[in-house]
């Protein structure tokens, strides 16, 4: 073989080699500069606030979450929640990130963040079954850490709120109390 056509086929074989090595390279992108973004709702925190804006206050969503729309805000004429964005590492969101991103909005006073936190998880599950027959059995129900009189007035207005919501089931709940005293 001709020395020069040699030379070429090797010249030739190596810039191929050279482009499939940097196409191979190029859609790896490095795993620290991954970023999960996404959105939450956050809900504020009231006496007043629907059931609705209790249960999505937290919720997560976005391209890299099961769920990827949030729901449709405000959720009525009194809801004041917002959903907020965040974009963390994958590292960030390793170390806990995204568990704590944004507590409720706070404005009741005599509440700290923590309490006010504590509140709505409470809520939440004390409010996912049936409403308690009377304010005793709610007040009871509603495990919070913080029982200060901030927390009496809030949870007292919460409770007037839900049995207005729920006049009939309350109705019944409590005439079936009364039969099983008498
Ligand atoms: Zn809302």
């Not at 499939?20 to 490095?30: A, C, D, G």
């Not at 809801?79 to 806990?96: H, I, Q």
């Not at 007040?139 to 839900?162: D, N, P, W």
Request: net charge neutral; proline share 5%.
């Amino acid at each position: 073989m001709n020395p020069i056509w040699a030379v070429l086929l090797v010249a030739v074989a190596f810039v191929v080699v050279l482009r499939i090595k940097r196409r191979r390279r190029l859609p790896q992108i490095p795993v620290y500069a991954r970023r999960i973004e996404g959105f939450q709702v956050v809900a504020s925190l009231a006496p007043e606030m629907s059931s609705a804006c209790l249960f999505d206050h937290g919720v997560q969503y976005g391209k890299g979450f099961r769920r990827k729309e949030g729901p449709e805000l405000p959720h009525d004429e009194r809801c004041r929640c917002a959903s907020l964005p965040f974009s963390y590492t994958s590292n960030e969101v390793f170390n806990g990130a995204l568990r704590n991103f944004a507590g409720v909005h706070n404005e009741v006073l005599g509440f700290t963040q923590e309490a006010a936190d504590d509140l709505v998880a409470q809520l939440k599950k004390v409010e996912s079954v049936q409403l308690p027959v009377d304010i005793e059995a709610y007040l009871a129900a509603v495990q919070v850490e913080e029982s200060g009189e901030a927390m009496h007035a809030f949870l007292s207005a919460r409770y007037t709120y839900l049995t207005e919501q729920k006049p009939a089931e309350r109705q019944a709940r409590l005439e079936a109390k009364m039969a099983a005293e008498h």
